[in-house]
C-alpha cells in the first residue's frame, strides 16, 4: 500500500511561487500532480512514467517544474509565475504499475492507484 502526503498549499499573489511537497511511503516509479479547480473535473499537471521522463500539462508548461528526491521519498512541484487560474485543490498521486505506457494511460485517464488528500492553492490578482 502506497500512501501520499502532500503540504505546501497556500494563498500568494499573481506571479507569485510555491512549492508543494509529497512524501511518499513504499516505493513507486509512475507518479505524478493533478489539481481540481471549483466547479472542474480535475486534470492532470505533471508527472513522471515509470521510466522517469516527465510530462506537463500545456497550461504549466516554463512555468511548473516537477522533481524527485529518491532519497527522501518525495515528489515535489514548483510552481513559479503563478496566475489566478491556477487556483485548485492539488493532489499527489501513484501508480504501481512499472510500464511506461500503462502509467501515461492512467495519468491522461486520471486513473492513478493511489492518492493524497490534497493541498489547497490560492492565487488572487
Known amino acids: 500500500q502506497v500512501q501520499l502526503v502532500e503540504s505546501g498549499g497556500g494563498s500568494v499573489q499573481a506571479g507569485g511561487s510555491l512549492k508543494l511537497s509529497c512524501t511518499v511511503s513504499?516505493?513507486?516509479?509512475?507518479m505524478g500532480w493533478f489539481r481540481q479547480a471549483p466547479g472542474k473535473e480535475r486534470e492532470g499537471v505533471a508527472m513522471?512514467?515509470?521510466?522517469?521522463?516527465?510530462s506537463y500539462a500545456d497550461s504549466v508548461k516554463g512555468r511548473f517544474t516537477i522533481s524527485k528526491d529518491n532519497a527522501k521519498n518525495t515528489l515535489y512541484l514548483q510552481m513559479n509565475s503563478l496566475k489566478p487560474e491556477d487556483t485548485a485543490m492539488y493532489y499527489c498521486?501513484?501508480?504501481?504499475?512499472?510500464?511506461?505506457?500503462?502509467?501515461?494511460?492512467?495519468?491522461?485517464?486520471?486513473?492513478?492507484?493511489?492518492w493524497g488528500q490534497g493541498t489547497r492553492v490560492t492565487v488572487s490578482s
Open positions: 513504499g516505493y513507486t516509479a509512475c
Open positions: 513522471f512514467d515509470s521510466y522517469g521522463m516527465t
Open positions: 498521486a501513484a501508480d504501481s504499475t512499472i510500464d511506461k505506457w500503462v502509467c501515461r494511460a492512467r495519468y491522461t485517464r486520471l486513473q492513478f492507484n493511489y
